[in-house]
């Protein structure tokens, strides 16, 4: 079955650093695009970053931009979010997704449990 679990969730100060990390399995990774979103108190869960299946195509929100990189490696079946210069507006839970066909003109989405990210002084 599908599994993804995220990692890296931490307390930080402003202005400071974290790598989130997802381990995938269950499915043909290399073939995936994966993505990562946040969720807010009191907010919806936003797209923060995609990637495609190779790795050569990159999106980010703008909010993130210049700030988080979105990176994967498909020999260990992993996907990162390296994130920068954090700000309060930062904290949120965040999830790793995948989005994938499970029959014919079907198509699931896939949740990790989350990591939280704060940040705060």
């Known amino acids: 079955q599908v599994q993804l679990v995220e990692s890296g969730g931490d307390l930080v100060q402003p202005g400071g650093s974290l790598r989130l990390s997802c381990s995938a399995s269950?499915?043909?990774?290399?073939?995936?695009?994966m993505s990562w979103y946040r969720q807010a108190p009191g907010k919806e869960r936003e797209l923060v970053a995609s990637i495609g299946n190779t790795g050569s195509i990159t999106k980010l929100v703008d909010s993130v931009k210049g700030r988080f990189t979105i990176s994967r490696d498909n020999a260990k079946t992993m996907v990162y979010l390296q994130m920068n210069v954090l700000n309060p507006e930062d904290t949120a839970m965040y999830y790793c997704?995948?989005?994938?066909?499970?029959?014919?003109?079907?198509?699931?989405?896939?949740w990790g449990q989350g990591t939280q990210v704060t940040v705060s002084s």
């Open positions: 269950g499915f043909t990774f290399s073939r995936s695009a």
């Open positions: 997704n995948v989005y994938l066909r499970v029959g014919p003109g079907v198509n699931y989405d896939y």
